[in-house]
């Protein structure tokens, strides 16, 4: 969608940065094709594994893909990718092709990324990408559906404290839980009055069941994790939280979950940062410094090249370039008019996966 601005940006830009292009090759295969299908795996992959909060992605559909080849053989990917929001909290183990889609009538997270890639011999990896989420809300209006309430909602607050202490009272981990993440607040009309639904994330501390006095949460690396999803009507409160067990031998399995640096919680526990998420829902990264990518930022020709991502609304922000020619030549060529012949079937977008 906004995959042509971006680049026409990024042409201009580099063109008055004295680039001389050269002309690659730029094909344009099927969104369904096993190259997009592949794409669009490792942006998945990557972009979840960017997340430091929140709920995991899917891929719904893909919606354009362009590969150009450098001189080299260097294929680079520019694709458009729109994901959705998965039931899974990206600290729960379960693989992203087994966790069910958040549906529309709990307010659907989508995210609308624009994603390159380089495939240099045969290996893909994500050099750039920037996502912009929204919610998605069902087509007709629909009275008894919940809707999500600020994070600062005081009665859901309550629920969330006093589902996790019925928790802790009586769980059989043997252990206190403290609260690492909301993910979700929500509230529904139902016939009993209002009912509040909270999803939030705990964290294994040093106490057990039996102690009480300071519990303070273990470190990422050495606590269990899990789920809660409780719900309130009234005085009436249900709590159902699932925990993670620990991968068997920590000492040479990767935790699924990010460093602990970079993990933070919304509302309380470790890393809380209040100026975080104060009152939205989590939204995905909007742009990953490429920087952190390594392959467009080893030239020592690298610029500082202010990118407008979404006019009018987002700000300007800066990005990394390089090596400046090779890329200004396959940006100017991404927006040249092909003359290949138009198939019957249409290119793209590809086949929605979800809704
Ligand atoms: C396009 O790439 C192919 C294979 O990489 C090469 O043989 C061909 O000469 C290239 N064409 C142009 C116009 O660069
Ligand atoms: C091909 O060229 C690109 C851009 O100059 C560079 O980033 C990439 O590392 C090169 N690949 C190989 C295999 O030399
Ligand atoms: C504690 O949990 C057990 C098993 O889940 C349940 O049967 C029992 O009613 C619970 N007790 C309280 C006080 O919630
Ligand atoms: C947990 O750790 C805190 C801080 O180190 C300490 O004050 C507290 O006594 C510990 N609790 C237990 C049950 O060990
Ligand atoms: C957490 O554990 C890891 C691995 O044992 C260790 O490197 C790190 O320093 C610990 N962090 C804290 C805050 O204790
Ligand atoms: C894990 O590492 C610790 C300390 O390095 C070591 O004592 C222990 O034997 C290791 N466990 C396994 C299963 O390798």
């Known amino acids: ?117 380089s495939n240099s011999a045969g290996v893909l990896s994500v050099v750039a990408f920037k996502c912009k989420t929204e919610t998605e809300t069902p087509d007709l209006p629909c ?91 009234d005085l009436a409160k249900t709590v159902d939280c699932t925990i993670f067990d620990l991968p068997a031998d920590l000492n040479d399995t990767v935790l699924p979950a990010p460093p602990a640096v970079l993990l933070h919680a919304h509302t309380a526990g470790p890393g809380y940062t209040p100026t975080i998420h104060a009152l939205k829902h989590h939204k995905l990264t909007p742009l990953h410094d490429p920087s952190a990518s390594g392959l467009l930022s080893e030239s020592a020709e690298s610029v500082e090249v202010p990118v407008v991502l979404d006019p009018p609304a987002a700000p300007i922000v800066k990005r990394e370039i390089g090596p400046v020619e090779e890329v200004a030549a396959i940006l100017l060529l991404a927006e040249a008019p092909l003359t290949v012949a138009k198939p019957l079937v249409p290119r793209c977008p590809g086949k929605v996966l979800h809704f």
């Open 143 to 233: 009275a008894g559906c919940p809707y999500l309430i600020p994070f600062n909602d005081i009665g859901a607050t309550q629920l969330v404290k006093d589902s996790l202490d019925i928790f802790n009272a009586n769980n059989t981990h043997n252990a206190v839980f403290s609260l690492l993440e909301v993910g979700r607040l929500s509230s529904q009309i139902v016939s009993g009055g209002p009912k509040l639904i909270a999803e939030y994330v705990v964290i294994e501390t040093n106490c057990t069941t039996v102690d009480d006095g300071i519990c303070v949460p273990l470190n990422h690396t050495v606590a269990r994790h899990g789920v809660c999803l409780s719900t309130g009507i």
């Open 1 to 117: 969608m906004k995959l042509q601005t971006t680049l026409a940006v990024l042409g201009l830009l580099l063109v008055g940065s004295q680039a001389h292009p050269v002309l690659p090759n730029v094909t344009e295969p099927l969104c369904d094709s096993l190259e997009a299908q592949a794409g669009a795996q490792v942006s998945l992959d990557f972009i979840n594994g960017q997340l430091n909060h929140g709920y995991k992605y899917a891929l719904n559909q893909i919606e354009d893909i362009k590969i150009s080849t450098l001189a080299n053989g260097t294929e680079i990917y520019l694709m458009e990718l729109e994901f959705l929001e998965t039931k899974c909290h990206i600290l729960d183990p379960t693989p992203v092709a087994l966790c069910p889609i958040r549906p529309k009538q709990e307010t659907a997270v989508e995210a609308d990324c624009d994603v390159a890639l």
